[in-house]
């Protein structure tokens, strides 16, 4: 009996040991943020979501994936209007020059590798917002309400017409959302009421699909003779003949789960085209290309959108079509509107998934970034990045709690190849030897582009280079010419503001901005030159700046209906580079306030900005002392002194810093010179409409800069020497305590000091 | 026969196990990052150990965590015993008031932090009392009076628990001793000094320790409400590890570790000895 107790007691140790240490185990496999470019087959929705946060060692050494191709559009091709597979086996589009004016239809019979380009003949001129390809080579274009529409034949004869679409609610005409050619030359169209019609373009008329659907349909895609279209309640496959809906719960759900939202003008968050097998359906997303059969209960992932340029975040999917089961192209726009036309081609000698891997780590993401980890992985399909964001909407955890996960991969040596250095404690990663000089790699791109040298320079420590932003923007003064004189500092600026305000105490004189808005603004503009040669924060300083933002933030009472409509619903972009100072100038334009202070960060802000001056006068001037002027860097790159992929961390970071990737967006001046050139090379002309407080309408023409304007342009650029203050934990300080002393807790004194004994605090550790 | 006297260490296995796998042995990686650089492990002698007697922000956290301990403790200790003594005597209401007193460990932090905002705040209630009083408002985050508001919740938080283990003390002294002591005359206070105070050291020395590691779990409360750089007197030696490893100063942080763990096992031990030689 005793035995026995004394053996129960033994293996009850030894459970309690085992189970305690079961917990142990690693089970964290996923090593990276894709799937691999091999199929891979996932169970309705949740299988979606974990196929984007798949194993990267699971798949590794398979072989078989899809390729990418960037194809090169006719240079006439400044807007694609639509694409579509013909039933020859050739690819049209239907193109439109912005200079000549002109429509084109191109044809390709080796998937994009030569164009033929016809001009649309014997068309009166209008605007064209809608087009389809049908499958014999002809093509139907329209004006948004398809009052004026014009029928192209597969040889090029252009005749005129119309579509006498129903629904007008009083003077309010219908719309023409979207159209699309079924496989039969079935004419689909999409009113702006999210209903489904047959049309004849030769007769006019109009035959209601959906009449069946209490939904509406927010878009649709073609797959065969069927319409996919998306609908709140989820995604359905409709026969375009009968209007029955073909019954798929997979299918619905897949849009289930996307964070942006459904309905868009132009542009889609998920594409639908027919799959190469009869009945099947592919869908497009950010995610990816994937492939459902009717009926099926899985969506087959076929490209990870994370190895492609599908995975960028800023691209606006427009078409998708399936050639064959091993080729597809996807039509889409980047965030400066220029069309993209992809290509994937299966090649089954590619590995599964790129057998190296990158790391990159930033505490935010932003379109710059994105398009950088897509060009990269664009020009090294071996290569993966993996990119892992600190902050995200969804998680709710704070930057100190993002970067002490950061603090323990570093130590766990699983720390990212490449940083984005923004928000990251700079100083001491440099300090503690974590970055890696990279002063050749800079000067290598200058050699090859250009930098901006003053940009360049201003990140020299003792002849190393830890850090280099890859855009930055910098502070103006934008409004009247007094305004814009008392640009050297802020008790200058608030001294006219307040002269003006005295003479007409019922005017406004600044233009609004929210608490949080203004104490980022004249953070940008004057933190600078905070820091004393000891590294400590100049007090005088810090409560100058509390005090001035008190007085600008006080001077002009807004009422709250006025700061609703005009501020909140305005798109203030205060956490990256926004380019407050146009908006500066679109108040003024509708009459709120003679001047603002902001941040200039693109080419496009400075036209806007000369639009507006055109039309009612004015200036802009950089912001605070003329031969010590700052700017606002943003995307800040460093490598990891520690990578393993040190050559590929390389490379990635020169890609950033490159021409190419600089040109895709406006997110901030680049820091290449090249790719400002062509910033400059890009201007678009357009038309700005809004209305003024007193409701009368106001517009203005947004034209190219001038050479004048663009040599003044280059000088600003030229002329900023230092970054502001972007230590994260002072600036978020600042920026609370600010709030605080803005809402009327306590004077700016009480604030500064409350600010400099934590500033102190954080110091001194 | 042989074993038997394993018996005893085979059940402490378990519980050794964990503690030497996810205390001591990290721990002991710690002792050695202490001589190290942060990153690349560069032995540096004692210099990690110089820096942090050279840190202002680390002396100023070590000076408040003591202070706070020294402030904390006798208040809490005597507080709670008092209050386990009079529950000892109350036997109609003493089940009711233990569960009352052990609410506080049931609230979680986050709650905890809620109810300080509403009280503590420039506008909170404490303010708006005071204001009604005729009184002027208090700074009570921003001024030296947050030391008094940590150590109010720490007690608060606490006391339920430390009334407790003094009543399990209580209890383990024989009434026939009480009631002996009365037939010779001996008051309430001459049994308290005499009978309760003495019958309860053991037990005094593990409430003691306890409610000094506890003493250290007040900063859960304190970073929630004041963020990782509170007013001065209420800037812990948890603070400051925290930021240090946000700025991955694993140096710092390794040495100061080590100087905290020597500085509580010191204490201990000196309690410890005390308590032996009574």
């Not at chain 1, 203030?572 to 941040?599: C, E, H, K, P």
Request: glycine share 10%.
């Amino acid at each position: 009996m005793r035995k026995g107790t004394r053996a129960i007691g033994l293996i009850l140790a030894l459970a309690l040991t085992a189970v305690g240490f079961a917990g142990c185990k690693d089970t964290k496999k996923d090593v990276g943020n894709g799937s691999g470019g091999g199929t891979q087959k996932t169970e309705g929705q949740d299988g979606l979501e974990g196929s984007s946060e798949d194993a990267f060692s699971d798949n590794y050494g398979g072989k078989g994936r899809f390729l990418e191709t960037e194809l090169t559009l006719p240079k006439e091709t400044d807007r694609v209007l639509a694409a579509g597979k013909l039933s020859d086996g050739s690819i049209s589009v239907v193109g439109y020059n912005v200079n000549s004016m002109q429509y084109y239809i191109m044809n390709t019979k080796d998937l994009g590798d030569s164009w033929d380009s016809k001009e649309v003949q014997g068309m009166e001129l209008f605007y064209v917002s809608r087009a389809a390809i049908a499958p014999d080579g002809g093509a139907v274009l329209m004006d948004p309400y398809g009052e004026e529409l014009v029928q192209v034949t597969p040889e090029g004869a252009a005749t005129a017409g119309s579509l006498a679409l129903p629904g007008a609610e009083g003077e309010k005409k219908n719309q023409i959302q979207q159209a699309g050619y079924t496989e039969d030359g079935t004419l689909i169209v999409l009113d702006i009421k999210g209903v489904l019609y047959r049309a004849d373009a030769k007769q006019g008329t109009v035959e209601e699909i959906t009449k069946n659907m209490s939904e509406e349909a927010y878009y649709f895609g073609i797959a065969g003779n069927d319409i996919v279209t998306v609908m709140g309640s989820g995604v359905y496959r409709i026969d375009a003949g009968t209007g029955e809906i073909k019954k798929d719960e997979t299918l619905r759900q897949v849009t289930d789960s996307s964070q942006e939202p459904l309905g868009g003008e132009n542009s889609y968050p998920y594409l639908f085209t027919a799959g190469a097998e009869a009945d099947s359906t592919i869908y497009v997303n950010h995610e990816g290309l994937f492939f459902h059969q009717m009926g099926g209960s899985v969506n087959e992932q076929l490209i990870n959108g994370a190895l492609v340029s599908l995975g960028d975040s800023s691209l606006s999917f427009q078409q998708a079509l399936t050639i064959d089961e091993s080729t597809y192209l996807v039509l889409g726009s980047d965030s400066l509107g220029v069309p993209r036309l992809y290509r994937y081609i299966y090649d089954s000698q590619a590995s599964a998934v790129p057998e190296k891997q990158l790391k990159v780590y930033a505490l935010e993401d932003s379109v710059t970034l994105q398009q950088a980890i897509s060009y990269f992985q664009k020009q090294n399909p071996d290569v993966f990045v993996k990119k892992t964001i600190g902050l995200t909407d969804n998680d709710g955890i704070t930057a100190e709690d993002a970067l002490r996960t950061l603090s323990t991969d570093i130590m766990a040596g699983n720390g990212p190849d490449v940083l984005i250095l923004d928000g990251i404690p700079v100083e001491s990663y440099i300090e503690k030897g974590i970055l890696a000089d990279m002063k050749d790699l800079v000067e290598e791109v200058e050699e090859e582009d250009g930098l901006f040298e003053n940009i360049k320079e201003a990140y020299i420590r003792d002849g190393s280079i830890y850090e280099m932003p890859s855009r930055f923007g910098f502070s103006v003064v934008e409004g009247e010419a007094e305004a814009v004189g008392a640009k050297n500092s802020l008790e200058a600026f608030l001294e006219y503001a307040k002269g003006k305000k005295s003479s007409d105490p019922d005017t406004h004189v600044l233009t609004p901005m929210s608490a949080s808005g203004l104490l980022h603004e004249l953070y940008y503009a004057d933190s600078a030159g905070w820091r004393k040669e000891d590294g400590s924060l100049d007090a005088e300083k810090l409560e100058a700046y509390l005090k001035a933002a008190k007085e600008y933030f006080d001077l002009d009472t807004y009422s709250q209906e006025e700061y609703n409509d005009q501020v909140e619903n305005y798109t203030f972009r205060l956490g990256g580079m926004g380019g407050a100072a146009s908006t500066v100038a679109n108040f003024r334009l509708i009459l709120m306030g003679y001047a603002g202070i902001g941040t200039i960060s693109s080419v496009r802000d400075v036209q806007q900005i000369y639009a507006t001056e055109a039309q009612i006068g004015g200036a802009y001037e950089i912001f605070g002392e003329a031969d010590n002027s700052s700017f606002v860097p943003y995307v800040s790159v460093g490598i990891a002194a520690q990578s393993a992929e040190n050559q590929q961390a390389r490379a990635f970071v020169k890609g950033l810093l490159g021409k190419e990737c600089q040109t895709a967006s406006s997110d901030g001046f680049p820091v290449n010179r090249a790719a400002y050139q062509e910033h400059l090379k890009n201007q678009k002309e357009y038309a700005i409409g809004t209305s003024r407080l007193d409701g009368t309408a106001a517009g203005v023409d947004v034209k190219v800069l001038t050479e004048e304007q663009a040599n003044t342009l280059l000088k600003q650029l030229e002329s900023l020497k230092r970054p502001i203050l972007t230590d994260r934990v002072i600036q978020e300080l600042v920026i609370e305590e600010g709030i605080k002393c803005l809402g009327g807790d306590g004077t700016p004194k009480e604030a500064a000091d409350r600010i400099m004994q934590k500033v102190k605090l954080y110091l001194s550790e | 026969m042989g074993w038997k006297k394993y018996t005893g260490w085979l059940f402490l296995l378990p519980g050794f196990l964990g503690v030497s796998v996810f205390y001591l042995i990290p721990f002991l990686d710690v002792v050695r990052r202490s001589f190290t650089q942060a990153v690349g492990g560069k032995f540096v002698g004692l210099a990690n150990y110089q820096m942090i007697f050279g840190n202002q922000a680390f002396l100023m956290a070590a000076k408040n965590t003591l202070r706070f301990a020294a402030v904390c403790l006798p208040l809490l200790l005597v507080i709670s015993l008092g209050i386990a003594v009079l529950l000892q005597k109350l036997e109609a209401w003493s089940g009711f008031l233990k569960g009352a007193y052990l609410i506080p460990l049931a609230i979680p932090a986050a709650s905890v932090v809620l109810l300080w905002k509403l009280l503590f705040d420039g506008r909170g209630i404490l303010n708006g009392i005071l204001t009604a009083a005729g009184q002027s408002g208090i700074d009570w985050m921003n001024t030296g009076a947050s030391f008094g508001v940590l150590v109010f919740s720490y007690i608060w938080k606490n006391l339920g628990y430390d009334v407790v283990l003094w009543i399990a003390g209580l209890s383990m002294v024989p009434k026939q001793v009480y009631e002996a002591a009365r037939v010779d005359g001996a008051g309430e206070w001459r049994c308290f000094f005499y009978i309760t105070l003495p019958g309860i050291r053991p037990a005094a020395f593990t409430i003691v320790v306890i409610s000094f590691l506890n003493s250290f779990k007040v900063f859960r409360e304190a970073y929630l409400v004041a963020g990782n750089y509170p007013q001065d007197d209420i800037y812990l030696l948890q603070h400051l590890f925290q930021n240090w490893f946000r700025e991955l100063s694993v140096d710092k942080m390794a040495s100061g570790a080590v100087t905290m763990a020597a500085v509580i096992f010191f204490l201990v031990c000196l309690l410890q000895k005390s308590w032996d030689q009574k």
